[in-house]
């Protein structure tokens, strides 16, 4: 029930990445930013200088830097270790007890790490939605639009995303700021996000569109 070791693989370009059906272009004064679970104990499964995490992380901070300089709405989420086995529910079926409570499991990168003004939701299910005040934060920013980034992309990246399309949130997913546990979950997500519920664009793109 422990997360795997990850081995490394390389990140998606462009050229790669599915046609999606959503015709949805990002915009700076509808978008908020969500960094996704990004704490040292999901991390700690990947080599932290290899792909996909170490670009996956740089690409995630140049989205960061450009957000804050543009007064986008930037949220985290983050989980709490020594979840009460009731609190945690079925996910301590497929995963276990998850994190303690201690800095080096809960602590959210340095390199990642939140600013001033910057909002971090406690994170209780896959989805960042669920028992959060995600949607009611955005809604009063006038914000209809989410650029989600982070751990994993098959689990909690695409459970948040497939969540945003069912609240009609235009939801995008930065498909080489995000990372799973293979290349193979890597694909899967970005194709059914693209078929079903958002649009996967590269940081390049996701960034030329908001300027």
Known sequence: ????????YPLPVAAELPAPRGPWTL??????LLVHDMQQYFLAAFAADASPLAPAIANI???LQHCRQRGIPVFY???????DRRDRG????LWGPG?????????????????????????????AFQRSN??????ARGRDQLLVTGVYAHIGCTATVSEAFQRDIEAFIAADAVADFS???????????????????TTDTLLEQLA
């Open 27 to 32: 915009q700076a004064d509808r978008a908020a």
């Open 77 to 83: 989420t983050a989980q709490r270790g020594n979840q």
């Open 134 to 139: 995600l949607e009611t934060m955005m809604r």
């Open 183 to 201: 290349r193979a979950d890597h694909d899967l997500a970005l194709h059914w996000i693209a078929r079903t519920t958002g649009v996967p664009l």
């Open 90 to 93: 079925l996910q301590a079926d």
């Open 61 to 63: 901070a140049r989205l």
């Open 1 to 8: 029930m422990a997360l795997p070791k990850i081995a490394p």
């Open 99 to 127: 994190m303690q409570a201690i800095a080096e499991h809960e602590t959210i990168i340095d390199a990642l790490a939140p600013a001033a003004g910057d909002h971090v939701l406690v994170k209780h299910r896959y989805s």
